[in-house]
Protein backbone atom coordinates (compact mmCIF):
# COMPACT_ATOMS: atom_id res chain seq x y z
CA UNK A 1 0.00 0.00 0.00
CA UNK A 2 0.97 3.46 -0.79
CA UNK A 3 0.70 6.73 0.94
CA UNK A 4 1.26 10.26 1.20
CA UNK A 5 0.85 13.52 4.05
CA UNK A 6 -1.24 16.51 3.53
CA UNK A 7 -0.40 19.45 5.37
CA UNK A 8 -2.04 22.41 6.10
CA UNK A 9 0.24 25.39 7.13
CA UNK A 10 -1.30 28.11 9.64
CA UNK A 11 -0.21 30.98 11.01
CA UNK A 12 -0.81 29.44 14.84
CA UNK A 13 -0.82 25.81 13.98
CA UNK A 14 -0.35 23.02 10.86
CA UNK A 15 -2.84 20.30 10.55
CA UNK A 16 -1.36 16.94 9.46
CA UNK A 17 -2.99 14.01 7.92
CA UNK A 18 -1.63 10.68 6.61
CA UNK A 19 -3.52 9.53 3.72
CA UNK A 20 -3.64 6.14 1.77
CA UNK A 21 -3.63 7.22 -1.92
CA UNK A 22 -7.37 6.83 -2.41
CA UNK A 23 -7.37 9.57 0.03
CA UNK A 24 -8.25 7.50 3.11
CA UNK A 25 -7.13 9.44 6.41
CA UNK A 26 -4.77 7.05 8.33
CA UNK A 27 -3.70 9.78 11.14
CA UNK A 28 -4.11 13.10 11.79
CA UNK A 29 -2.29 15.44 14.16
CA UNK A 30 -1.69 19.20 14.68
CA UNK A 31 2.11 20.75 15.65
CA UNK A 32 2.23 24.55 16.80
CA UNK A 33 3.63 26.96 14.28
CA UNK A 34 7.01 28.50 15.40
CA UNK A 35 6.88 31.70 13.16
CA UNK A 36 10.08 33.14 15.99
CA UNK A 37 13.22 33.81 13.56
CA UNK A 38 11.39 34.81 10.50
CA UNK A 39 9.66 31.13 10.84
CA UNK A 40 12.97 29.12 10.33
CA UNK A 41 11.96 25.97 12.76
CA UNK A 42 8.35 26.02 10.42
CA UNK A 43 10.06 23.21 8.01
CA UNK A 44 11.76 21.49 10.34
CA UNK A 45 9.22 21.17 12.73
CA UNK A 46 6.90 19.62 9.74
CA UNK A 47 8.99 17.12 8.54
CA UNK A 48 10.39 16.06 11.73
CA UNK A 49 7.18 14.84 12.55
CA UNK A 50 6.73 13.56 9.48
CA UNK A 51 9.29 11.32 10.19
CA UNK A 52 7.92 10.88 13.50
CA UNK A 53 4.41 9.27 11.75
CA UNK A 54 6.59 7.03 9.56
CA UNK A 55 8.42 5.43 12.36
CA UNK A 56 5.30 4.89 13.89
CA UNK A 57 3.28 3.81 11.22
CA UNK A 58 6.01 1.11 10.17
CA UNK A 59 6.06 3.13 6.55
CA UNK A 60 9.16 3.35 4.64
CA UNK A 61 10.11 6.29 2.30
CA UNK A 62 9.20 3.91 -0.82
CA UNK A 63 6.15 3.50 0.22
CA UNK A 64 5.55 7.36 0.36
CA UNK A 65 4.58 9.10 -2.97
CA UNK A 66 5.13 12.51 -1.45
CA UNK A 67 3.97 15.79 0.55
CA UNK A 68 1.60 18.13 -0.20
CA UNK A 69 0.99 21.39 1.50
CA UNK A 70 -0.74 24.63 1.94
CA UNK A 71 0.57 27.53 3.04
CA UNK A 72 -0.98 31.15 4.15
CA UNK A 73 0.32 32.86 1.14
CA UNK A 74 1.07 33.35 -2.76
CA UNK A 75 2.81 30.55 -3.86
CA UNK A 76 4.74 30.84 -7.18
CA UNK A 77 5.45 28.13 -9.65
CA UNK A 78 4.25 25.57 -7.22
CA UNK A 79 7.23 25.74 -4.90
CA UNK A 80 8.12 29.10 -3.60
CA UNK A 81 6.76 32.26 -1.49
CA UNK A 82 8.38 35.97 -1.64
CA UNK A 83 6.78 36.99 1.65
CA UNK A 84 4.32 35.03 4.23
CA UNK A 85 1.89 37.48 6.38
CA UNK A 86 1.51 34.79 9.09
CA UNK A 87 4.45 32.70 9.33
CA UNK A 88 7.56 35.04 9.30
CA UNK A 89 8.62 34.04 5.99
CA UNK A 90 10.47 35.98 3.66
CA UNK A 91 11.45 34.63 -0.26
CA UNK A 92 11.27 31.18 1.06
CA UNK A 93 11.75 27.94 -1.20
CA UNK A 94 9.50 25.67 0.21
CA UNK A 95 9.16 22.77 -2.20
CA UNK A 96 13.03 22.50 -2.47
CA UNK A 97 13.54 22.55 1.18
CA UNK A 98 11.11 20.21 2.15
CA UNK A 99 12.18 17.77 -0.52
CA UNK A 100 15.92 18.46 0.48
CA UNK A 101 14.63 16.86 4.08
CA UNK A 102 13.08 14.20 3.31
CA UNK A 103 14.33 12.59 -0.05
CA UNK A 104 10.60 12.54 -1.75
CA UNK A 105 8.36 15.07 -3.91
CA UNK A 106 6.88 17.61 -2.11
CA UNK A 107 4.53 19.98 -3.62
CA UNK A 108 2.86 23.58 -2.20
CA UNK A 109 -0.03 25.79 -3.07
CA UNK A 110 -1.74 28.40 -1.67
CA UNK A 111 -3.60 27.40 1.52
CA UNK A 112 -7.44 28.70 0.34
CA UNK A 113 -6.44 26.71 -3.18
CA UNK A 114 -5.54 23.94 -1.81
CA UNK A 115 -8.50 23.94 0.47
CA UNK A 116 -10.46 24.06 -3.00
CA UNK A 117 -8.61 21.26 -3.91
CA UNK A 118 -9.66 19.23 -0.76
CA UNK A 119 -13.44 20.08 -0.93
CA UNK A 120 -13.37 19.70 -5.29
CA UNK A 121 -12.14 15.83 -4.49
CA UNK A 122 -13.56 14.65 -1.58
CA UNK A 123 -16.64 17.38 -0.80
CA UNK A 124 -18.73 19.21 -2.33
CA UNK A 125 -17.54 19.47 -5.52
CA UNK A 126 -17.20 15.81 -6.04
CA UNK A 127 -17.77 14.24 -9.53
CA UNK A 128 -17.46 17.61 -11.04
CA UNK A 129 -15.07 18.74 -13.91
CA UNK A 130 -14.42 22.67 -12.59
CA UNK A 131 -15.49 24.72 -9.91
CA UNK A 132 -15.50 27.92 -8.14
CA UNK A 133 -14.90 27.63 -3.93
CA UNK A 134 -16.03 30.38 -2.14
CA UNK A 135 -15.06 30.61 1.92
CA UNK A 136 -16.89 32.43 3.56
CA UNK A 137 -14.82 33.45 6.98
CA UNK A 138 -13.57 36.58 8.55
CA UNK A 139 -12.38 37.37 4.85
CA UNK A 140 -13.97 35.81 1.68
CA UNK A 141 -11.39 33.59 0.50
CA UNK A 142 -12.17 30.94 -2.61
CA UNK A 143 -10.22 28.82 -5.07
CA UNK A 144 -10.34 27.98 -8.84
CA UNK A 145 -10.53 24.25 -9.79
CA UNK A 146 -10.39 23.73 -13.44
CA UNK A 147 -10.14 20.35 -15.08
CA UNK A 148 -9.29 19.07 -11.62
CA UNK A 149 -6.24 21.34 -11.28
CA UNK A 150 -5.96 24.66 -8.53
CA UNK A 151 -5.52 28.02 -10.77
CA UNK A 152 -2.66 29.34 -9.33
CA UNK A 153 -2.14 32.67 -11.42
CA UNK A 154 1.30 33.98 -12.62
CA UNK A 155 1.91 35.65 -9.30
CA UNK A 156 0.18 32.94 -6.98
CA UNK A 157 -2.67 34.84 -6.23
CA UNK A 158 -5.74 33.77 -8.85
CA UNK A 159 -9.17 32.73 -6.74
CA UNK A 160 -9.19 36.08 -4.72
CA UNK A 161 -13.29 35.73 -5.20
CA UNK A 162 -13.19 38.16 -2.34
CA UNK A 163 -11.73 40.98 -4.53
CA UNK A 164 -13.92 40.69 -7.41
CA UNK A 165 -15.96 44.61 -7.07
CA UNK A 166 -19.60 43.85 -6.81
CA UNK A 167 -20.62 48.28 -5.92
CA UNK A 168 -18.88 50.43 -7.83
CA UNK A 169 -20.03 53.55 -5.69
CA UNK A 170 -18.73 52.14 -2.04
CA UNK A 171 -16.98 54.61 -0.37
CA UNK A 172 -15.57 52.55 2.60
CA UNK A 173 -12.26 50.67 1.71
CA UNK A 174 -11.67 47.03 2.13
CA UNK A 175 -8.71 45.57 3.89
CA UNK A 176 -6.82 45.58 0.31
CA UNK A 177 -7.49 49.30 0.05
CA UNK A 178 -9.74 49.38 -3.03
CA UNK A 179 -13.55 49.33 -2.61
CA UNK A 180 -16.13 48.00 -3.44
CA UNK A 181 -14.63 44.23 -2.79
CA UNK A 182 -17.54 41.29 -2.40
CA UNK A 183 -15.13 40.77 0.94
CA UNK A 184 -16.97 43.87 2.40
CA UNK A 185 -20.29 42.77 2.17
CA UNK A 186 -20.59 38.60 2.37
CA UNK A 187 -18.06 37.67 4.91
CA UNK A 188 -18.85 37.23 8.44
CA UNK A 189 -17.14 40.65 8.99
CA UNK A 190 -19.16 41.69 6.18
CA UNK A 191 -22.71 40.61 6.52
CA UNK A 192 -22.29 42.13 10.38
CA UNK A 193 -21.43 45.49 8.82
CA UNK A 194 -24.38 45.10 6.59
CA UNK A 195 -26.77 44.68 9.96
CA UNK A 196 -25.27 47.62 11.72
CA UNK A 197 -26.08 49.83 8.83
CA UNK A 198 -29.67 48.39 8.29
CA UNK A 199 -30.17 48.62 12.29
CA UNK A 200 -28.94 52.30 12.47
CA UNK A 201 -31.02 53.12 9.32
CA UNK A 202 -34.47 52.79 10.76
CA UNK A 203 -36.17 52.16 14.48
CA UNK A 204 -37.33 48.76 12.83
CA UNK A 205 -37.83 46.33 15.49
CA UNK A 206 -35.42 43.15 15.45
CA UNK A 207 -34.47 40.05 17.21
CA UNK A 208 -31.15 41.51 16.20
CA UNK A 209 -31.64 45.03 18.32
CA UNK A 210 -31.22 42.24 21.25
CA UNK A 211 -27.41 41.70 20.60
CA UNK A 212 -24.47 43.98 22.32
CA UNK A 213 -22.76 43.00 18.83
CA UNK A 214 -24.24 41.56 15.93
CA UNK A 215 -22.86 38.77 14.17
CA UNK A 216 -23.34 36.78 10.67
CA UNK A 217 -24.78 34.18 12.63
CA UNK A 218 -27.15 35.88 14.39
CA UNK A 219 -28.44 37.21 10.91
CA UNK A 220 -28.99 33.54 9.77
CA UNK A 221 -30.56 32.72 13.17
CA UNK A 222 -33.06 35.87 12.63
CA UNK A 223 -33.69 34.58 9.23
CA UNK A 224 -34.53 31.43 10.51
CA UNK A 225 -37.28 33.05 13.24
CA UNK A 226 -38.39 35.42 10.30
CA UNK A 227 -37.36 38.51 11.51
CA UNK A 228 -38.03 40.95 8.77
CA UNK A 229 -34.77 42.99 9.14
CA UNK A 230 -32.77 39.73 8.87
CA UNK A 231 -34.49 38.61 6.07
CA UNK A 232 -33.78 41.64 4.14
CA UNK A 233 -29.78 41.79 5.33
CA UNK A 234 -29.47 38.19 3.75
CA UNK A 235 -30.87 39.07 1.00
CA UNK A 236 -28.56 42.07 0.37
CA UNK A 237 -25.45 39.39 1.04
CA UNK A 238 -27.18 36.91 -1.32
CA UNK A 239 -27.69 39.62 -4.16
CA UNK A 240 -24.23 40.36 -3.91
CA UNK A 241 -22.94 37.48 -3.28
CA UNK A 242 -25.23 36.57 -6.79
CA UNK A 243 -23.69 39.22 -8.59
CA UNK A 244 -19.84 38.64 -7.78
CA UNK A 245 -20.59 34.77 -8.88
CA UNK A 246 -22.34 35.78 -12.01
CA UNK A 247 -19.54 37.73 -12.87
CA UNK A 248 -17.11 34.87 -11.91
CA UNK A 249 -18.94 32.31 -14.10
CA UNK A 250 -18.75 34.15 -16.79
CA UNK A 251 -15.22 34.21 -16.80
CA UNK A 252 -14.41 30.57 -15.51
CA UNK A 253 -18.10 28.84 -16.56
CA UNK A 254 -17.47 25.82 -13.99
CA UNK A 255 -19.94 22.93 -13.07
CA UNK A 256 -20.40 23.60 -9.78
CA UNK A 257 -20.27 26.89 -7.15
CA UNK A 258 -18.93 25.42 -3.66
CA UNK A 259 -20.32 27.53 -0.68
CA UNK A 260 -17.92 27.10 2.40
CA UNK A 261 -16.04 28.87 5.94
CA UNK A 262 -18.43 29.39 8.82
CA UNK A 263 -20.98 31.49 7.48
CA UNK A 264 -22.01 28.39 5.05
CA UNK A 265 -22.54 26.52 8.50
CA UNK A 266 -26.10 28.20 8.58
CA UNK A 267 -26.73 25.79 5.76
CA UNK A 268 -28.68 25.70 2.68
CA UNK A 269 -30.61 29.00 4.14
CA UNK A 270 -27.32 30.55 2.65
CA UNK A 271 -27.52 28.97 -0.81
CA UNK A 272 -31.02 29.66 -1.36
CA UNK A 273 -30.40 33.12 -0.63
CA UNK A 274 -27.48 33.36 -3.37
CA UNK A 275 -29.22 31.37 -5.79
CA UNK A 276 -31.84 32.95 -7.24
CA UNK A 277 -29.76 36.66 -7.87
CA UNK A 278 -27.45 34.81 -8.95
CA UNK A 279 -29.82 33.01 -11.84
CA UNK A 280 -31.23 36.61 -12.62
CA UNK A 281 -27.84 37.57 -13.39
CA UNK A 282 -25.69 34.68 -14.45
CA UNK A 283 -24.93 34.37 -18.29
CA UNK A 284 -27.11 31.84 -20.30
CA UNK A 285 -24.70 29.09 -19.94
CA UNK A 286 -23.88 29.14 -16.74
CA UNK A 287 -27.28 28.66 -15.37
CA UNK A 288 -27.05 24.84 -14.89
CA UNK A 289 -24.49 25.67 -12.23
CA UNK A 290 -25.13 23.14 -9.08
CA UNK A 291 -24.45 24.98 -5.55
CA UNK A 292 -23.10 22.96 -3.00
CA UNK A 293 -22.56 23.30 1.02
CA UNK A 294 -18.54 22.69 1.55
CA UNK A 295 -18.50 19.45 3.46
CA UNK A 296 -15.08 18.85 4.77
CA UNK A 297 -15.01 21.76 7.02
CA UNK A 298 -11.09 21.88 9.03
CA UNK A 299 -10.44 18.87 6.77
CA UNK A 300 -9.95 20.05 3.45
CA UNK A 301 -6.97 21.64 3.76
CA UNK A 302 -4.88 18.61 4.75
CA UNK A 303 -7.23 16.59 1.95
CA UNK A 304 -6.44 19.30 -0.40
CA UNK A 305 -2.71 18.83 0.33
CA UNK A 306 -3.03 14.92 -0.09
CA UNK A 307 -4.75 15.16 -3.96
CA UNK A 308 -2.07 18.07 -4.59
CA UNK A 309 1.10 15.42 -4.56
CA UNK A 310 -1.31 12.58 -6.12
CA UNK A 311 -2.05 14.68 -9.06
CA UNK B 1 9.23 21.68 -43.68
CA UNK B 2 5.58 20.88 -41.92
CA UNK B 3 2.64 23.00 -42.36
CA UNK B 4 -0.68 23.51 -40.68
CA UNK B 5 -4.02 24.95 -41.40
CA UNK B 6 -5.48 27.83 -39.37
CA UNK B 7 -9.42 28.36 -40.02
CA UNK B 8 -11.42 30.98 -38.54
CA UNK B 9 -15.89 30.49 -39.62
CA UNK B 10 -17.78 33.18 -39.59
CA UNK B 11 -21.36 34.14 -40.12
CA UNK B 12 -20.54 35.59 -43.62
CA UNK B 13 -17.19 34.13 -44.49
CA UNK B 14 -14.28 31.59 -43.81
CA UNK B 15 -10.90 32.81 -43.32
CA UNK B 16 -8.10 30.67 -44.11
CA UNK B 17 -4.41 30.12 -43.89
CA UNK B 18 -1.61 27.46 -44.48
CA UNK B 19 1.06 27.87 -41.96
CA UNK B 20 4.64 26.18 -41.14
CA UNK B 21 4.56 25.36 -37.52
CA UNK B 22 6.75 27.93 -36.48
CA UNK B 23 3.95 30.30 -37.05
CA UNK B 24 4.91 31.84 -40.58
CA UNK B 25 1.59 32.91 -42.86
CA UNK B 26 2.48 30.83 -46.32
CA UNK B 27 -0.77 31.58 -47.83
CA UNK B 28 -4.36 33.05 -46.78
CA UNK B 29 -7.85 33.26 -48.22
CA UNK B 30 -11.36 33.51 -47.56
CA UNK B 31 -14.52 31.78 -48.71
CA UNK B 32 -17.95 32.46 -48.20
CA UNK B 33 -20.40 30.53 -45.38
CA UNK B 34 -23.28 28.88 -46.91
CA UNK B 35 -25.22 28.32 -43.68
CA UNK B 36 -28.25 27.22 -45.95
CA UNK B 37 -29.76 23.44 -44.89
CA UNK B 38 -28.57 24.42 -41.81
CA UNK B 39 -24.91 24.92 -42.74
CA UNK B 40 -24.39 21.62 -44.27
CA UNK B 41 -22.29 22.92 -46.80
CA UNK B 42 -19.79 24.64 -44.34
CA UNK B 43 -17.73 21.57 -43.56
CA UNK B 44 -17.07 20.18 -47.19
CA UNK B 45 -16.60 23.57 -48.49
CA UNK B 46 -13.80 24.25 -45.96
CA UNK B 47 -12.13 20.87 -46.46
CA UNK B 48 -12.69 20.71 -50.10
CA UNK B 49 -10.76 24.32 -49.80
CA UNK B 50 -8.01 22.51 -47.67
CA UNK B 51 -7.14 20.02 -50.26
CA UNK B 52 -7.24 22.20 -53.02
CA UNK B 53 -4.56 24.99 -51.20
CA UNK B 54 -2.15 21.00 -50.28
CA UNK B 55 -2.82 20.41 -54.42
CA UNK B 56 -2.05 23.97 -55.53
CA UNK B 57 0.91 24.05 -52.64
CA UNK B 58 2.16 20.04 -53.90
CA UNK B 59 1.93 19.37 -49.74
CA UNK B 60 1.14 15.82 -49.07
CA UNK B 61 -0.36 15.05 -45.71
CA UNK B 62 2.13 13.68 -44.28
CA UNK B 63 3.52 17.53 -44.64
CA UNK B 64 0.65 18.18 -42.41
CA UNK B 65 0.24 18.22 -38.79
CA UNK B 66 -3.37 19.43 -38.49
CA UNK B 67 -6.38 21.78 -39.09
CA UNK B 68 -7.04 24.07 -35.83
CA UNK B 69 -10.65 25.86 -36.31
CA UNK B 70 -12.13 28.41 -34.86
CA UNK B 71 -16.38 28.82 -34.52
CA UNK B 72 -18.78 31.27 -33.96
CA UNK B 73 -20.28 29.29 -30.95
CA UNK B 74 -19.48 27.30 -27.54
CA UNK B 75 -17.66 24.45 -28.10
CA UNK B 76 -17.77 21.61 -25.82
CA UNK B 77 -14.59 19.66 -25.06
CA UNK B 78 -12.81 21.20 -27.82
CA UNK B 79 -14.95 18.63 -30.71
CA UNK B 80 -18.64 19.64 -30.95
CA UNK B 81 -21.21 22.13 -30.68
CA UNK B 82 -24.44 21.91 -29.40
CA UNK B 83 -26.07 24.88 -31.38
CA UNK B 84 -24.85 27.93 -33.30
CA UNK B 85 -26.79 31.65 -33.83
CA UNK B 86 -24.97 32.30 -37.01
CA UNK B 87 -24.24 29.38 -39.20
CA UNK B 88 -27.11 27.42 -38.97
CA UNK B 89 -25.49 24.15 -37.46
CA UNK B 90 -27.61 22.80 -34.47
CA UNK B 91 -25.55 19.84 -32.89
CA UNK B 92 -21.99 19.22 -35.18
CA UNK B 93 -19.11 17.09 -33.93
CA UNK B 94 -17.02 19.18 -36.07
CA UNK B 95 -13.61 17.84 -35.29
CA UNK B 96 -14.99 13.98 -36.27
CA UNK B 97 -16.47 15.02 -39.27
CA UNK B 98 -13.21 17.58 -40.19
CA UNK B 99 -11.00 14.58 -39.32
CA UNK B 100 -12.93 11.74 -41.40
CA UNK B 101 -12.72 13.84 -44.81
CA UNK B 102 -9.55 15.14 -44.31
CA UNK B 103 -7.51 12.24 -42.39
CA UNK B 104 -5.66 14.36 -40.23
CA UNK B 105 -6.25 15.90 -36.90
CA UNK B 106 -8.52 18.50 -36.19
CA UNK B 107 -8.94 20.73 -33.19
CA UNK B 108 -11.75 23.27 -32.99
CA UNK B 109 -12.83 25.75 -30.25
CA UNK B 110 -14.84 28.89 -29.49
CA UNK B 111 -13.76 32.06 -32.28
CA UNK B 112 -13.39 34.48 -29.81
CA UNK B 113 -11.18 32.27 -27.43
CA UNK B 114 -9.00 31.06 -30.65
CA UNK B 115 -8.57 34.50 -31.51
CA UNK B 116 -7.32 35.25 -28.04
CA UNK B 117 -4.77 32.17 -28.49
CA UNK B 118 -3.70 34.09 -31.56
CA UNK B 119 -2.55 37.46 -30.12
CA UNK B 120 -1.23 35.55 -27.10
CA UNK B 121 0.94 33.70 -29.84
CA UNK B 122 2.11 36.01 -32.16
CA UNK B 123 0.39 39.86 -30.52
CA UNK B 124 0.34 41.73 -27.42
CA UNK B 125 0.35 38.82 -25.48
CA UNK B 126 3.62 37.93 -26.94
CA UNK B 127 5.82 36.43 -24.10
CA UNK B 128 3.41 35.88 -21.14
CA UNK B 129 2.45 33.26 -19.50
CA UNK B 130 -1.62 33.96 -18.93
CA UNK B 131 -3.64 36.58 -20.10
CA UNK B 132 -7.03 38.37 -20.22
CA UNK B 133 -8.25 38.99 -23.69
CA UNK B 134 -10.85 41.77 -24.65
CA UNK B 135 -12.59 42.50 -27.59
CA UNK B 136 -14.24 45.75 -27.73
CA UNK B 137 -16.45 45.40 -30.97
CA UNK B 138 -20.13 45.69 -31.37
CA UNK B 139 -20.28 43.55 -28.21
CA UNK B 140 -17.64 42.71 -25.67
CA UNK B 141 -15.81 39.36 -26.03
CA UNK B 142 -12.62 37.85 -24.96
CA UNK B 143 -10.44 35.17 -24.23
CA UNK B 144 -8.64 33.51 -21.56
CA UNK B 145 -5.38 31.98 -21.94
CA UNK B 146 -3.72 29.92 -19.18
CA UNK B 147 0.03 28.71 -19.52
CA UNK B 148 -0.80 28.92 -23.09
CA UNK B 149 -3.86 26.91 -23.18
CA UNK B 150 -7.38 28.29 -23.73
CA UNK B 151 -9.86 28.39 -21.15
CA UNK B 152 -13.18 26.48 -22.80
CA UNK B 153 -15.06 26.15 -19.57
CA UNK B 154 -17.71 23.06 -19.02
CA UNK B 155 -20.29 24.56 -20.96
CA UNK B 156 -18.15 25.94 -23.90
CA UNK B 157 -18.07 29.68 -22.21
CA UNK B 158 -15.14 30.51 -19.91
CA UNK B 159 -13.92 34.09 -21.20
CA UNK B 160 -17.27 35.40 -21.27
CA UNK B 161 -15.44 38.99 -20.41
CA UNK B 162 -18.62 41.00 -21.80
CA UNK B 163 -20.92 39.54 -19.05
CA UNK B 164 -18.95 40.64 -16.01
CA UNK B 165 -21.50 42.88 -13.86
CA UNK B 166 -20.03 46.18 -13.43
CA UNK B 167 -22.98 47.91 -12.27
CA UNK B 168 -25.57 46.83 -10.09
CA UNK B 169 -28.16 49.46 -10.47
CA UNK B 170 -28.19 49.22 -14.10
CA UNK B 171 -32.44 49.09 -15.06
CA UNK B 172 -31.49 49.00 -18.92
CA UNK B 173 -31.05 44.89 -20.00
CA UNK B 174 -28.02 43.58 -21.77
CA UNK B 175 -28.53 41.80 -25.21
CA UNK B 176 -28.15 38.88 -22.56
CA UNK B 177 -31.07 39.19 -20.67
CA UNK B 178 -29.37 40.31 -17.80
CA UNK B 179 -28.26 44.13 -16.03
CA UNK B 180 -25.27 45.61 -15.70
CA UNK B 181 -23.11 43.91 -18.23
CA UNK B 182 -19.53 45.05 -19.36
CA UNK B 183 -21.06 45.03 -22.28
CA UNK B 184 -23.52 47.68 -21.80
CA UNK B 185 -21.25 50.09 -21.70
CA UNK B 186 -17.74 49.13 -23.17
CA UNK B 187 -18.10 47.81 -26.19
CA UNK B 188 -18.80 50.16 -29.34
CA UNK B 189 -22.53 49.89 -28.95
CA UNK B 190 -22.12 50.54 -25.24
CA UNK B 191 -19.94 53.66 -25.44
CA UNK B 192 -22.37 55.20 -28.22
CA UNK B 193 -25.04 54.66 -25.10
CA UNK B 194 -22.87 56.31 -22.53
CA UNK B 195 -22.47 59.05 -25.18
CA UNK B 196 -26.17 59.56 -25.62
CA UNK B 197 -27.06 59.34 -22.38
CA UNK B 198 -24.12 62.57 -21.56
CA UNK B 199 -25.56 64.00 -24.27
CA UNK B 200 -29.21 64.03 -22.95
CA UNK B 201 -27.86 65.22 -19.32
CA UNK B 202 -27.28 69.12 -20.52
CA UNK B 203 -26.94 71.16 -23.33
CA UNK B 204 -23.05 71.67 -22.67
CA UNK B 205 -21.18 72.40 -26.20
CA UNK B 206 -19.26 69.18 -27.90
CA UNK B 207 -18.25 68.36 -31.15
CA UNK B 208 -20.23 65.07 -30.37
CA UNK B 209 -23.33 67.61 -31.10
CA UNK B 210 -21.94 67.56 -34.56
CA UNK B 211 -22.77 63.84 -35.59
CA UNK B 212 -25.85 62.55 -36.41
CA UNK B 213 -25.20 59.31 -34.79
CA UNK B 214 -22.12 59.35 -32.05
CA UNK B 215 -20.16 56.19 -32.23
CA UNK B 216 -17.52 54.61 -30.31
CA UNK B 217 -15.07 56.50 -32.81
CA UNK B 218 -16.64 59.75 -32.22
CA UNK B 219 -16.02 59.70 -28.95
CA UNK B 220 -12.11 59.01 -29.13
CA UNK B 221 -11.92 61.65 -31.73
CA UNK B 222 -13.17 63.85 -29.32
CA UNK B 223 -10.80 62.85 -26.72
CA UNK B 224 -8.10 63.32 -29.15
CA UNK B 225 -9.24 67.18 -30.05
CA UNK B 226 -9.27 67.71 -26.16
CA UNK B 227 -13.05 67.75 -26.09
CA UNK B 228 -14.52 67.66 -22.25
CA UNK B 229 -17.93 65.82 -22.86
CA UNK B 230 -15.56 62.99 -25.04
CA UNK B 231 -13.04 62.90 -22.31
CA UNK B 232 -15.90 62.40 -19.38
CA UNK B 233 -17.18 60.11 -21.59
CA UNK B 234 -14.26 58.16 -22.01
CA UNK B 235 -13.46 58.39 -18.29
CA UNK B 236 -16.78 56.93 -17.64
CA UNK B 237 -15.55 53.56 -20.10
CA UNK B 238 -12.44 53.76 -18.48
CA UNK B 239 -13.48 53.39 -15.18
CA UNK B 240 -16.28 50.16 -15.93
CA UNK B 241 -13.40 48.71 -17.98
CA UNK B 242 -11.05 49.22 -15.04
CA UNK B 243 -13.45 48.20 -12.54
CA UNK B 244 -14.62 44.91 -14.32
CA UNK B 245 -11.18 44.02 -15.11
CA UNK B 246 -10.23 44.16 -11.47
CA UNK B 247 -12.68 41.75 -10.92
CA UNK B 248 -11.60 39.66 -13.90
CA UNK B 249 -7.77 39.87 -12.52
CA UNK B 250 -8.30 39.05 -8.68
CA UNK B 251 -9.46 35.40 -10.33
CA UNK B 252 -7.35 34.99 -13.23
CA UNK B 253 -4.24 36.37 -11.85
CA UNK B 254 -2.46 37.14 -15.33
CA UNK B 255 0.52 38.78 -16.74
CA UNK B 256 -0.98 40.59 -19.49
CA UNK B 257 -4.18 41.98 -20.39
CA UNK B 258 -4.63 42.52 -24.13
CA UNK B 259 -7.40 45.21 -25.89
CA UNK B 260 -8.35 44.46 -29.28
CA UNK B 261 -11.56 44.81 -31.33
CA UNK B 262 -13.12 47.95 -33.26
CA UNK B 263 -12.68 50.27 -30.19
CA UNK B 264 -9.06 49.92 -29.55
CA UNK B 265 -8.29 51.26 -32.97
CA UNK B 266 -7.98 54.75 -31.21
CA UNK B 267 -4.92 53.58 -29.57
CA UNK B 268 -2.67 53.55 -26.56
CA UNK B 269 -5.54 56.44 -25.75
CA UNK B 270 -7.54 53.42 -24.78
CA UNK B 271 -5.44 51.56 -22.34
CA UNK B 272 -5.03 55.34 -20.45
CA UNK B 273 -8.08 55.26 -19.83
CA UNK B 274 -8.57 51.90 -18.35
CA UNK B 275 -5.21 51.35 -16.23
CA UNK B 276 -5.59 54.38 -14.06
CA UNK B 277 -9.03 53.05 -12.99
CA UNK B 278 -7.98 49.51 -13.02
CA UNK B 279 -4.80 50.33 -10.47
CA UNK B 280 -7.15 52.04 -8.07
CA UNK B 281 -9.33 48.78 -7.87
CA UNK B 282 -6.94 45.84 -8.58
CA UNK B 283 -5.80 43.65 -5.93
CA UNK B 284 -2.00 44.36 -4.82
CA UNK B 285 -0.93 41.06 -6.51
CA UNK B 286 -2.29 42.41 -9.65
CA UNK B 287 -0.96 45.57 -10.01
CA UNK B 288 1.87 45.14 -12.23
CA UNK B 289 -0.21 43.18 -14.97
CA UNK B 290 0.90 44.89 -18.31
CA UNK B 291 -1.74 46.52 -21.00
CA UNK B 292 -1.09 45.49 -24.44
CA UNK B 293 -3.33 46.24 -27.91
CA UNK B 294 -3.59 43.72 -29.72
CA UNK B 295 -1.74 43.83 -32.83
CA UNK B 296 -3.32 40.63 -35.13
CA UNK B 297 -6.66 42.60 -36.16
CA UNK B 298 -8.41 40.23 -38.49
CA UNK B 299 -5.64 37.93 -39.18
CA UNK B 300 -5.94 36.62 -35.03
CA UNK B 301 -8.60 33.82 -35.53
CA UNK B 302 -6.04 31.79 -38.10
CA UNK B 303 -2.91 32.44 -36.31
CA UNK B 304 -4.90 31.14 -33.22
CA UNK B 305 -6.53 28.43 -34.88
CA UNK B 306 -3.09 27.50 -36.46
CA UNK B 307 -1.64 27.29 -32.52
CA UNK B 308 -4.46 25.37 -31.36
CA UNK B 309 -3.48 22.22 -33.89
CA UNK B 310 0.06 23.17 -32.86
CA UNK B 311 -0.37 23.10 -29.33
Known amino acids: MKYCFGIDVGGTSVKAGLFTVSGEIVDKWDLKTNTQNEGAAIIPD ?14 NPNQIVGVGMGVPAPVIDGSRVLNTANLGWKYKEVKREMEEILGFPCAVENDANVAALGEFWKGGGRGAKSMIMVTLGTGVGGGIILNGKILSGVHGAAGEIGHVKVNRYEE ?6 AK ?8 ATGIARLARMKL ?9 REYKKVSAKSVFDGVKS ?7 IAKEFGELMGLGLSSIAAVIDPDVIVIGGGVSRAGRV ?3 YIKEPFLKRAFFANKEIRFELAQLENDAGIVGAAKLILG
Not at 172 to 177: R, Y
Not at 180 to 187: F, I, K, P, T
Not at 200 to 208: E, G, K
Request: net charge negative; glycine share 6%.
Open 46 to 59: ITASIKNKMREHQL
Open 172 to 177: ESCGCG
Open 180 to 187: GCLEQYCS
Open 200 to 208: ASSNRPSVL
Open 226 to 232: NDTLSIE
Open 270 to 272: VID
